[in-house]
C-alpha cells in the first residue's frame, strides 16, 4: 500500500463503539485519528477547517442520520459507513461508500475494509501525481457488452443518471449509456475540456454555444450550473471573456 498516510475521523453517537474503532485505528499503521466525534454536527464543524480523508461513520444517529451527513461531505472525503442496521446497506452505496461495516464487526473485517480505503487513496494520489494529459483525444467506454472508442471532440456533455451515464456526441440523436458514474469519469477527462457544472452533468467546454445567467445551452439543451460548481465555473468564462474596461 506504499507509505500513504490516511487521515481519518470516526463518528457515533454510542461511545463504547467509538473507543472500539479509536483502538482499531489505532493499531492500524496507515490510518492518522484526527478526531472522535458522537454527532455528525460535532464532525461537520472539525472537517469545515481540517479537511479529511476518511470517515468510519455510524448512520442511525440523532438530529443528522449518517447518510445525510455522507450527502454534505467535500468531493476528496470518501466513507466507511458502520451500523447495526443492514437495510441501510443498498443505501449506503447509492453514496458511493467505500465500504459498510455491520456492527458487531472484528479487527480483521475493520482491517479489510481499511485497506480497501487505502488501495482507493493510493489510485487517487497516484492520478495526482501522474495527471491526466491536456492532449488525451479519446476514451474507450463498454456499452452494450462491447468497448466503444469515444473522441473526446466529438463530445457535447456528459449526463448522469444514478449509475449510468449518458453520452451525448455531435450528431448522434441517441446518447450512448455506459455504466459507471461521473465521478470516475471526471478523474479520467482533461480539465481543460471538460467542467462538472452540476450533479449530473459534465460538460464540453469548447461546444459551449451561449451563456445566459446560470444556464448553458449546448446541443440545444439547457443544463443549468448550480452553486456547487459555480466558482470554477465563472473563473472559466471569466478567464475567455473580453475586457471592455
Known sequence: MGNIKISCVIVDDEPMALNLVESYVQKTPFLELKKKCSSAIEALEFIRTEPVDLLFLDIQMPDLTGIEFSKMLPEHTRVIFTTAFDQYALEGFKVEALDYLLKPFDYAEFLAAANKASTWFAL????QQNPVSEEKEFLFVKSEYRQLRIKLADVMYFEGLKDY?????????KPILTLMSLKSLQEELPEKQFLRVHRSFIVSLKNI????RSQILINNQRIT??????????????RNSLDFN
Do not use: C
Open 165 to 173: 451515464i449518458k453520452i451525448w456526441l455531435k450528431g448522434n440523436p
Open 124 to 127: 487517487v494520489k497516484g492520478k
Open 225 to 238: 450550473v448550480s452553486e456547487q460548481y459555480k466558482p470554477k465555473f465563472l473563473e472559466f468564462v471569466k
Open 209 to 212: 454555444e451561449v451563456i445566459e
